[in-house]
């Protein structure tokens, strides 16, 4: 059981290009989040889904979007990337009828915009 | 706002005890996690608090008062391993997590 994966592990993107993160987990989690963690700052939550065919806007969302077409995979895309969007970016997954729904983390994509 | 205190760093000796301290202001509250992040790789959890008192797991515990917005995780026995941050998560009334920066802690031997 791999737990969830991301990819690319790194990634240096010029400004304006478009990005897409991946995200896939095997543990049936309903519920799936994206963070950025940027160095002194705690995790901020960018968006989330709490089950396949929604999703919701965390905390910092502009200039992002995401899907979630099944329950295995939650992609983040980057329209148009910008150097504040320099970060490392954790995908988690939770039970939400788990009881306490604890989130579990993917192994975090390193991303340099310039 | 919404605010989650920690110290951002501390030093401790290897086989003595350390507490790192979590003060809380959130909007509502439905649980706190501690976790461990080891540098350069993911967060794990370590403990979850929803009712006030002392959870104990192995080496490690974690204490809430809700009524003082107030949490610590003690970690016993200190190995070079426990080389790392600890970050305290609070639950909100939207059932989302707010992080607190996280401390980092330095064992010595």
């Known amino acids: 059981i791999a737990g969830i994966t991301q990819a690319p592990t790194s990634q240096i993107l010029a400004a304006g290009r478009r990005m897409t993160l991946r995200c896939t987990q095997d543990?049936?989690?309903?519920?799936m989040y994206w963070y950025r963690q940027d160095l002194g700052l705690g995790l901020r939550l960018i968006h989330y889904?709490?089950?396949?065919?929604?999703?919701g806007k965390g905390e910092v969302p502009d200039g992002y979007s995401v899907s979630r077409a099944n329950t295995d995979d939650f992609p983040l895309t980057l329209a148009s990337a910008v150097p504040s969007q320099t970060s490392v970016y954790f995908c988690a997954s939770s039970d939400l009828a788990g009881g306490t729904d604890t989130q579990y983390f993917g192994p975090g994509t390193r991303l340099t915009v310039l | 706002g919404q605010n989650i205190d920690q110290p951002t760093e501390m030093t401790a000796t290897e086989g003595a005890i350390v507490q790192i301290n979590c003060t809380y202001q959130?909007?509502?509250?439905?649980?706190l996690f501690w976790y461990q992040q080891h540098a350069g790789e993911a967060p794990t959890f370590l403990s979850y608090?929803?009712l006030d008192g002392l959870e104990e797991k192995g080496r490690f515990s974690s204490f809430l008062s809700r009524s003082k917005g107030y949490s610590y995780l003690l970690l016993k026995e200190l190995q070079m391993k426990d080389s790392a941050s600890y970050l305290c998560a609070v639950r909100d009334s939207n059932y989302q997590l707010i992080w607190g920066a996280g401390t980092k802690l330095i064992i010595k031997p």
């Open positions: 889904s709490n089950t396949a065919g929604t999703t």
């Open positions: 608090n929803v």
């Open positions: 543990m049936r989690h309903n519920a």
């Open positions: 959130t909007s509502g509250f439905n649980g």
